[in-house]
């Protein structure tokens, strides 16, 4: 299976910052990567697919390829403090990294 | 509107079954793959089982293989996981995803989501 590692896994940071969560896989997905957002008690949420396509707002953006990715929030806003997963859906199982909590300062 | 509406979840006992359902609205299943991911309490993600458009390929969680059974009836636009010989590892909300999954264009991911329903495993 392939091990999917996310750092931090937790994170402090103020409304307006600029924050970056790594994600790092076992051998090589190309950029079968994707990202989620979820919030307590409440189901994950899309952010980016492909390790670089987003269909949420632009400040979420997505890089990288191979084994490493990155997230990166532009602007901390209030509704972004959440837990983000990376995901690999190169082949089965699709596996998550552990998470990273987003945690206000 | 996408909606999936998840059903079924409960408490039972160790060896006992449960089978979850996965109600779609606002679209039609048929066109897509579908898929089931599952969160222990206070705990990261799993994936634990996804079947194509017509049923024909499936894939589970290796832990779950042999005992968990995914399905559809795309006539009646749901999805469904038959859960035999639970055991207490597998307390968990399980969600009910839409799965995009096109070779072609390169791209796997899970779009849209249910609330979950929990699944508690206990004497």
């Known amino acids: 299976d392939i091990q999917m590692t996310q750092s931090p896994s937790s994170l402090s940071a103020s409304v307006g910052d600029r924050v970056t969560i790594t994600c790092r896989a076992s051998?090589?997905?190309?950029?079968?990567l994707n990202w989620y957002q979820q919030k307590p008690g409440k189901a994950p949420k899309l952010l980016v697919y492909?390790?670089?396509?987003?269909g949420v707002p632009s400040r979420f953006s997505g890089s990288g390829s191979g084994t490493y990715f990155t997230l990166t929030i532009s602007s901390l806003q209030p509704e972004d403090f959440a837990t983000y997963y990376c995901q690999q859906s190169y082949n089965t199982p699709w596996t998550f990294g552990q998470g990273t909590k987003v945690e206000v300062e | 509107e996408v909606q999936l509406v998840e059903s079924g979840g409960g408490l039972v006992q160790p060896g006992g079954s449960l089978r979850l359902s996965c109600a779609a609205s606002?679209?039609?299943?048929?066109?897509?793959?579908m898929t089931w991911v599952r969160q222990a309490p206070g705990k990261g993600l799993e994936w634990v089982a996804h079947i194509q458009q017509d049923g024909s390929e499936k894939y589970y969680l290796d832990s779950v293989k042999g005992r968990f059974t995914i399905s559809r009836d795309n006539a009646k636009n749901s999805l469904y996981l038959q859960m035999d010989s639970l055991r207490a590892e597998d307390t968990a909300i399980y969600y009910c995803a839409r799965a995009v999954i096109n070779g072609y264009l390169l791209l796997s991911f899970l779009d849209y989501w249910g609330q979950g329903t929990l699944v508690t495993v206990s004497s």
């Open positions: 051998q090589s997905i190309t950029n079968y």
């Open positions: 492909s390790a670089s396509q987003t």
């Open positions: 606002g679209f039609i299943i048929s066109n897509y793959w």
